[in-house]
Structures are given as structure tokens and as C-alpha cells.
């Protein structure tokens, strides 16, 4: 039998930053490897490098923190076949296990116990037209569906679509995240506001990169 490995860019203990579960410490392992070129990335160091790592070496890093939630995070960490095995395992230790995909690539084969947290591109990514959206049809309420908007055209986008898709009818949140740098926060909770965005999607938040602000922008490892 063959020994699993999966190339990792960094495992690290920090707070969770984003989604529904922001705030919580959670272990992160992120993985090479990407196959989108958002405009905004901010992970652009995760496209090359790693380490090829074996499934008890990573468990023994995540181990040795002791915290019971675990996202798994990229660059697009669904480019590497075994991470699905890999999910699974940590599953089945009784992880909470936290999926940051990029909305790309086939869900179907992650394992229903992982709290997938799904970006759809918005057009200033200049990625929307990769998105993967037979994936709506496999999320479930534990699941979240995340816009990043730069600019008032993403945002009318975003709202657009998660009413096509009846986004709140499907998962549990809908996370509206301005592009760190390029759309001041406040724009985007005023659009949110004025268009009493409650009644049609009440299951919408809006969020920031709480790490952004706890931290400098650049640190790594956070």
C-alpha cells in the first residue's frame, strides 16, 4: 500500500477569519496549488513550493495543538486528489472540518460531514466564468456560499445570483466580503442596507478578514 501524501504550503494555529465560524481557534492546513487567477489573491504564495507531506506526518501537526477544528484551505486544496481521503480521516477522529474551496471544482466526492465553505468569483475576479454552480445542487444547511465584491458591479452580481440560485433556501450563510484594500467595508454594508437585502436573503452576513485587522495584511501563518 502506497503512503498518502499531500504537498503542503504551511500548517498553522490561529482564529478562524472568515465565515460563520470567525472568531473560533482553529488549526489551518493549507495546500499548494492552485487553478484560478483571482485578481485580488492574497494567498499567491500558495501557486508553488510546499512540502510533500505524508497523512500521519500532517495529523501529528494538527495534533499537536489540540484544537478539534480544522479548515482545509489553498490556494484550491480539491487539486490534489488524496484530500479527500484526507477529510475523511480527520472526519472520522471527530474533527470539525471546514472546506475553503474556490468554487471551481466538483464537490460531489467531499465527504458530508465537512462544512464546505465555497467562493462563487464575482465578475471583477476575472474568474466568474469558471465557477462550477452544479456544485449549488450539492450543498447542504451546514454549508456556506461565499462573494467576494471589489466593486458595486459585484455586488449587484452576487445579489442577483443568490436569488436565481435561492441561496436561502439551500445552505446556511451567505457571506458578503469586500475585497481587502479595494472596497471600503462601509460601502458594501451601505448597498447591503439600502437595499433591504434581509427580506429576499436572511441568511446573508456580511464579513471581514477579522485576521486583516488583528494582524499586519501581509503576515503569513495567522
Partial sequence: MSVRTLKINEIFYSIQGESSYAGCPCVFVRLTFCNLRCTYCDTEYAFYGGEDRTFDEILAAIEAYDCRTVEITGGEPLVQAPVFDFMRMLCDRGYRVLLETGGSLDVSHV????????????????????????????????????????????????????????????????????????????????????????????????????????????????
Fill in 111 to 222: 465527504d458530508p460531514r465537512v462544512i464546505k465553505i465555497m467562493d462563487l468569483k464575482c465578475p471583477s475576479s476575472g474568474m466568474s466564468h469558471r465557477n462550477f454552480l452544479s456544485n449549488i445542487d450539492i450543498l447542504s444547511p451546514q454549508d456556506e456560499v461565499k462573494f467576494v465584491i471589489g466593486t458595486k458591479e459585484d455586488y449587484q452580481w452576487a445579489v442577483k445570483t443568490a436569488r436565481a440560485l435561492r441561496l436561502h433556501e439551500r445552505i446556511g450563510a451567505v457571506l458578503l466580503s469586500p475585497v481587502f484594500g479595494q472596497l471600503e467595508p462601509v460601502k458594501l454594508v451601505e448597498w447591503v442596507l439600502e437595499d433591504r437585502l434581509q427580506a429576499s436573503l436572511p441568511n446573508l452576513r456580511f464579513q471581514l478578514q477579522l485576521h486583516k485587522f488583528i494582524w499586519s495584511p501581509e503576515t503569513r501563518g495567522v
